[in-house]
């Protein structure tokens, strides 16, 4: 959706036609996704070991880019953020965040072309 906030600021004739203050581009989408499926993806995110605080790594800066990811699953859950660069050490982790979030969108892109009435999502494949 990024593409979508970027053309609005592609030249000032074409920013003038948008709002001061400019609300980034947010979409969700359902999918029916199978027990299975969800086991594995809670395996993968249980595996996820990484420094959670990194003190030595101050961070200052007027603008850039957020990240988050959350998981929940009821009590528990996972919710990640950083600000432009990635910490040390949280490597392995967003490898393995990346591939759950491509799975996902390849899901939703599955169940589109389906018109919606889709069976659950396959297993994905994670490792």
Same mark, same amino acid.
């Given at each position: 959706?990024?593409?979508?906030? $970027?053309?609005?600021?592609? #030249?000032?004739?074409?920013?003038?036609?948008?709002?001061? @203050?400019?609300?980034? *581009?947010?979409? &969700?989408? +359902? !999918?029916?996704?199978?027990?299975?499926?969800?086991? &594995? @993806?809670?395996?993968? $995110?249980?595996? !996820?070991?990484? %420094?959670? $605080?990194? %003190?030595d790594e101050g961070v @200052?800066?007027? #603008? =850039?880019? =957020?990240?988050?990811?959350?998981?929940s699953q009821g009590f528990?859950?996972? #919710?990640?953020?950083?600000?432009?660069? /990635? %910490?040390?050490?949280?490597?392995?982790? /967003? &490898?393995? !965040?990346?591939?759950?979030?491509?799975?996902?969108?390849?899901? @939703?892109?599955? *169940?589109?072309?389906?018109?919606? =009435? =889709?069976? %659950? +999502?396959?297993?994905?494949? $994670?490792?």
């Amino acid at each position: 959706m990024r593409d979508i906030d $970027l053309e609005k600021l592609r #030249d000032p004739v074409e920013r003038l036609k948008h709002p001061r @203050v400019l609300t980034p *581009t947010i979409t &969700e989408s +359902a !999918i029916n996704v199978s027990r299975e499926a969800v086991a &594995e @993806v809670v395996t993968n $995110l249980s595996q !996820i070991s990484l %420094p959670a $605080l990194r %003190p030595d790594e101050g961070v @200052v800066g007027l #603008d =850039g880019i =957020g990240y988050r990811f959350s998981f929940s699953q009821g009590f528990y859950g996972l #919710d990640l953020k950083w600000w432009a660069e /990635l %910490p040390s050490g949280w490597h392995p982790a /967003l &490898e393995k !965040i990346e591939r759950i979030v491509a799975w996902l969108e390849s899901q @939703v892109a599955t *169940t589109a072309e389906q018109d919606g =009435g =889709g069976q %659950p +999502a396959t297993r994905p494949e $994670l490792k």
